[in-house]
Structure formats: C-alpha cells, structure tokens
C-alpha cells in the first residue's frame, strides 16, 4: 500500500489507518 504516517486527524477510522499503513496486526486498543 501507499505509505502511510499513523497520525489520528480524526478523518480516517482506524481501520483506514491499518489499510494505509503497514499491514500488520489490527490495530487494537
């Protein structure tokens, strides 16, 4: 995917941040 900064502007869920960063595990609170 396109590279992506982790940073919350509280625009993208966090699912879209997941898809947008590094696939890795879910992001899990």
């Given at each position: 995917g396109?590279?992506?900064?982790?940073?919350?502007?509280?625009r993208?869920?966090?699912?879209?941040?997941?898809?947008?960063?590094?696939?890795?595990?879910?992001?899990?609170t």
């Open positions: 396109v590279w992506h900064q982790h940073v919350n502007t509280g993208e869920p966090l699912w879209l941040i997941w898809i947008y960063g590094p696939h890795g595990e879910l992001p899990t």
